[in-house]
């Protein structure tokens, strides 16, 4: 039959039976602590679910809001109206990120060319213009 072994850590001095008293005490607090922060972590989420749902039906149950408002809007959703807008905002994002694209590309150039430009004509005089390619906000 083979040897049964035995986990339990015997403590060699007084100091050793301190020290693992006060890693099991250590253990304990710490997984108290974990739970006390779980049931904050659970208790806060369910607070904001009940302030977020039913209090506000509870609030303006019977009154006319904005999200009456909101909701009779969905309600009449309307394609003749919806469409064109949606394409002009798409067109509008879609132009802001051209021009973004075009500056960062001027920045990116502006010192080779400003390279350049120095080496064929040294005297040249700077037009002005900031490295993205803009006029600078002080001159108008």
């Known amino acids: 039959m083979a040897k049964q072994r035995t ?26 602590f974990d739970l006390g922060k779980l049931m904050a972590w ?11 749902v ?16 909101a909701y009779q809007a969905i309600a009449d959703f309307r394609l003749d109206f919806v469409f064109p807008l949606a394409a002009a905002g798409t067109t509008t994002a879609l132009w802001q990120r051209e021009r973004k694209l075009r500056r960062d590309d001027t920045e990116r150039l502006h010192k080779q060319i400003k390279l350049l430009e120095t080496k064929l004509h040294p005297g040249r005089t700077s037009s002005g213009l900031t490295q993205r390619g803009d006029t600078p906000k002080d001159s108008s």
Do not use: E, H, N, Q
């Open 7 to 32: 986990t339990s850590a015997k403590p060699k001095s007084d100091y050793d039976a301190r020290m693992m008293s006060y890693a099991f005490w250590t253990a304990i607090w710490d997984r108290i």
């Open 42 to 52: 659970f208790g806060g989420t369910a607070l904001v679910i009940f302030v977020a």
């Open 54 to 69: 039913p209090l506000p039906l509870y609030i303006t149950a019977g009154k006319v809001t904005s999200v009456d408002f």
